[in-house]
C-alpha cells in the first residue's frame, strides 16, 4: 500500500469548488458539458468533500454524497457515495488516494453511516480499500427484426404514449420511488437529483436524438416509463438504426412487458442497445430468441462495510443463519476480529464475540456479498473465504442470498 500523503488534505471550500472541478475533469479526460458541471455544484456536498493541495494546485479529490440503500429485507440504509474521485497524473503513487481513502472513511464513521458506496472507473484500485463487487449489470445489443417478445396476459390493456420528459418528470419519479424498497442496491433520490434524469448535452448524443420518453398508462395512472435515444442509420439492405435505452421503469408486468414491446417496435430501429439492467431482467423471458440479444455483464457498485457490525444487523437474511465470522481488515482495523450473525427474515444481530470462527474472510468480501447478488460459496471457491466449521459455508451463503439480484439504476 503507498505511504501516507505529504500533501495538505482538507474539507472542500466552496471559493475552491471551480478549482477542485478543473482537476476532475482533467483526471477523467479533460471534457465536461456545461449543463454537467452546472449540476455537479448544485449536488455537491462541500462538507463532505475533499481536496488534497501542493500548495495551491488541487492535486487530488474525494467526495461523499448523503444516500439511503434498499439492503436485503427492504431496509433504507445510510450509506456514503463515494464520488469525484482522481488524482492528478503529476503526484501518482505519492499516497494520495491512501490519504483521501483513510481521511474519507474516518469521517463516514464519525457520521454513523454503516456502509461506502461506489461504482469505479478503474475496479483494480478498490479492493485494496475494502470495497467488494456487490451488483452487476446487464447489457445487450438486441437484433429486433429476428427476436421478438411473447408478452403476459393483460399488456394489451396498458397503454403506451409519448410524453416530453421533463413534463412527466414528477410522475415518474413516482414510479421509482415505489420500486427502491423492493430492491436491493437502488438509492432513495434525494432532493435535485433527479434533475439529472434530464440531463441531455448534445456532446453525450454521438448524433443520436435528444432524450426521447413514453409513459405507460393504465386507468389513467402513470404506472412506468422508458427513456432513450433513437439513431438512424442506413445499410445496404436498407435501415438499419439503433435505438439506445437510457431509463425503464414498471410497476407491474404487463406494463413491464408494454414498454419492451413498444422498445422492440420502434420504426426503422433494428438493433435495441440496451445498458445498465439487472441481471434477472424479465425481458429476457420474454424475448422468444435470446442469442439474437448478445447479452453481457459487468461490475456495478461496490460496497463497503464501514461498521460491519451495524451493517451485517441492517439487512435480513432469507434463511436463518448463526455463524462466526472472522474479519480481516487492515484499513479499517475496528472491523478487524470475530462477529457473531444470527439473523433470519424477520431481523438480525451482529456482535463481538470470542466464540470460535465458522468462516474467515476479509470485509471485501462481506462487502461483496452483502446485497445478495455474489454467493459466499463462490467466493470460497475462488479461496476468497475459508471455511472454519463444516457446513457453515452453506448456511451463510443460502442465508446471504436475495430474492431478486441487486441492482444500482441510480448514477453518482
Not at 17 to 27: C, S
Not at 53 to 61: F, H, I, L
Not at 161 to 176: M, S, T
Request: aromatic content about 8%; proline content about 5%; glycine content about 10%.
Amino acid at each position: 500500500m503507498a505511504t501516507e500523503s505529504v500533501f495538505g488534505t482538507r474539507v472542500l471550500r466552496r471559493d475552491e469548488w471551480d478549482t477542485w472541478y478543473d482537476h476532475l475533469v482533467r483526471a477523467f479526460g479533460g471534457t465536461s458539458a456545461p449543463e454537467e458541471r452546472e449540476l455537479d455544484r448544485s449536488l455537491t456536498e462541500y462538507d463532505r468533500s475533499l481536496g488534497v493541495w501542493d500548495g495551491d494546485v488541487c492535486v487530488g479529490s474525494a467526495g461523499a454524497f448523503t444516500f439511503r440503500v434498499t439492503v436485503p429485507g427492504g431496509n433504507p440504509v445510510p450509506a456514503a457515495g463515494v464520488t469525484m474521485v482522481g488524482v492528478a497524473a503529476t503526484h501518482r503513487r505519492r499516497g494520495v488516494l491512501t490519504s483521501l481513502m483513510r481521511r474519507q472513511l474516518d469521517d463516514v464513521r464519525s457520521w454513523g453511516e454503516p456502509l461506502a458506496l461506489l461504482t469505479a472507473s478503474e475496479p483494480a484500485i478498490y479492493g485494496r480499500f475494502g470495497y467488494g463487487a456487490a451488483t452487476f449489470q446487464l447489457d445487450a445489443d438486441i437484433d429486433t427484426a429476428r427476436a421478438g417478445l411473447s408478452v403476459p396476459a393483460g399488456t394489451d390493456e396498458v397503454r403506451v404514449r409519448y410524453a416530453a420528459p421533463a413534463e412527466v418528470l414528477d410522475a415518474c419519479e413516482a414510479v421509482y420511488a415505489r420500486l427502491v424498497p423492493q430492491r436491493p442496491g437502488m438509492l432513495a433520490r434525494q432532493p435535485g437529483w433527479e434533475r439529472g434524469r434530464l440531463l441531455d448535452p448534445e456532446s453525450w448524443r454521438d448524433g443520436a436524438s435528444s432524450l426521447l420518453c413514453v409513459v405507460a398508462e393504465r386507468d389513467g395512472e402513470v404506472t412506468g416509463y422508458a427513456r432513450y435515444r433513437t439513431k438512424l442509420g442506413w445499410g445496404d439492405g436498407g435501415h438499419d438504426g439503433t435505438l439506445t435505452l437510457d431509463d425503464l421503469a414498471a410497476l407491474d408486468p404487463a406494463t413491464d412487458a408494454a414498454l419492451w414491446r413498444f422498445l422492440f417496435g420502434v420504426d426503422l430501429m433494428t438493433t435495441l442497445a440496451v445498458r445498465n439492467r439487472p441481471v434477472d431482467d424479465a425481458w429476457q423471458y420474454l424475448v422468444t430468441d435470446i442469442r439474437r440479444c448478445r447479452t453481457r455483464l459487468r461490475d456495478s457498485l461496490y460496497v463497503r462495510l464501514v461498521d460491519v457490525g451495524a451493517a451485517l444487523a441492517a439487512r435480513t437474511y432469507q434463511a436463518p443463519v448463526d455463524v462466526v465470522f472472522e474479519v480481516e481488515d487492515a484499513f479499517c482495523p475496528w472491523n478487524g476480529g470475530r462477529w457473531r450473525l444470527s439473523g433470519d427474515a424477520k431481523g438480525a444481530s451482529c456482535e463481538r464475540t470470542s466464540d470460535p470462527a465458522d468462516l474467515a474472510l476479509s470485509v471485501r468480501e462481506l462487502g461483496a456479498a452483502y446485497l445478495g447478488g455474489v454467493p459466499l460459496a463462490g467466493l470460497a471457491a475462488a479461496g476468497r473465504v475459508r471455511e472454519v466449521r463444516r457446513g457453515a459455508l452453506a448456511e451463510a451463503s443460502v442465508g446471504f442470498g436475495a430474492a431478486v439480484a441487486p441492482w444500482l439504476p441510480h448514477g453518482f
